[in-house]
Every structure is written in C-alpha cells, then in structure tokens.
C-alpha cells in the first residue's frame, strides 16, 4: 500500500495563500498520477487537480484554474498544492490520492489510495 | 460537468440488513463509476471501481452493478463498521465529480 503524508492543519486569512504538501513513499512516486480533492465541512468531495509526477503535466477545475497550482519535487517525492487568493469558501480538507492505474496507463480517476487530509480554514 | 444523482440521502438499517444506494448518471458515462466508504474523520476509502470491480481487502457482501445509467452498491448484511457515508464518483469525464453521498446510520 503506497503511503501519502500530507502537512499540517493551516489556519489562514481571506487573500492570503496556502501552500500543502503531500510526500508519497520514494519508490511510488512516479507509479502513478497524483491528484488533489477536497471537502468543505459536511459537504461531499470535490476534485481540484491531477499532476503527472514524471513529467510534472496539470489539470486542473476550471472553476480554480487561475488560483491553483500542482507541482513536484521529484528528490523528496512530494507533490505541492498552492491556492492562491483564499476564500471562506475555500475552507475544509484537503486531500491528496493516488490513481489507481499504472502511470503509463494514463489516468482512470479512481482514487485508490488516500492521505490522511490536510485541515485548511479561512477566516478573517 | 456529469451530474450524479445519488439516492437516497440517508438511510436507517439494522445490522444484517441488505442494503442498497443508488446513482443515476446524467448521461451514459459507460461503466466508469466508482463507490467509497467514507467514516468521520477519515479519508474516503474506494470500494469498487468500474462500477463492478472490487478492491483488494473489501468484503465481498459489497457488491456494484450497471444498467444503463443506474449504478448500484449493495452491502449483503450490513455489519457494524459499514455505518458510514458513501459516496459514487464517476471517472467518465473530465472534471470527475461525485454524488452528494449516502449516509448509513443505525436502527
């Protein structure tokens, strides 16, 4: 089972900008794409990204596209997610996910394996 | 965006009890749908993918099935650590999106 540790809980300002990790177990890291969702509190899950961990290629959702950013350090096998311009709406858990294809099978957007989540909040 | 309507919003049941939830496609998304457990505070575990397909280390009392745009998870004999939420998710489309999840409480 391949493990994702992701950073610690944020506690940050409408405006500011978030910066969270997520380190994969070394010889994972480029196994599979990497992909980034969250859920705002009692509500149900969103997805925000994918990344290539090889070739460091993005997607993102379009409604976040001008204010998200993926990418990874390839010598820690870790992926960042940076949310500029932060919101009250942007508040709940942040959650990276391991695909559940081979990388050189593209991406099938079933999320096998989890982080343990990462607890953003914004408030003034 | 394909909208997934998940059905029904809660449920009560009782241990042993056979239990089903329900997502309806907006339109035909083959069969690219994939079901999570999801308990308090804790990260969604995936259960099937493709909407049959179960993963390594589920019980097989958990069961998904297609037809046409209807997808189905079953739990035969619902056991005590299956109260969660659940969730479906198809994997269809760009951007993928979920449905609005399931919770399975205690009778």
């Known amino acids: 089972q391949v493990q994702l540790v992701q950073s610690g809980a944020e506690v940050t300002k409408p405006g500011a900008s978030v910066k969270l990790s997520c380190k994969t177990s070394g010889d994972m890291f480029t196994a599979s794409y990497l992909h980034w969702l969250r859920q705002a509190p009692g509500q149900g899950l969103e997805w925000l990204g994918t990344l290539n961990p090889r070739d460091g290629r993005t997607a993102y959702a379009q409604k976040l596209k001008d204010r998200i950013t993926l990418v990874r350090v390839t010598s820690t096998s870790t992926v960042y997610l940076d949310l500029s311009r932060l919101t009250p709406e942007d508040t709940g858990i942040y959650y990276c996910a391991r695909d559940g294809l081979p990388l050189s099978a593209g991406t099938s957007f079933y999320f096998q394996s989890w982080g343990q989540g990462t607890l953003v909040s914004v408030s003034s | 965006d394909f909208q997934m309507t998940q059905s029904p919003t809660s449920l009560s049941a009782s241990v042993g009890d056979r239990v089903t939830i329900t997502c309806r496609a907006s339109r035909s998304i083959s069969s690219s749908l994939n079901w999570y457990q999801q308990k308090p505070g804790k990260a969604p575990k995936l259960l099937v993918h493709?909407?049959?397909r179960l993963e390594g280390g589920v019980p097989s009392r958990f069961s998904g099935r297609v037809s046409g745009l209807d997808f189905t998870l079953t739990i035969s004999g619902l056991q005590p650590e299956d109260f969660a939420t659940y969730y479906c998710?198809?994997?269809?489309?760009?951007?993928?999106?979920f449905g609005q999840g399931t919770k399975v409480e205690i009778k």
């Open positions: 493709d909407a049959s």
């Open positions: 998710q198809q994997a269809y489309s760009t951007p993928p999106t």
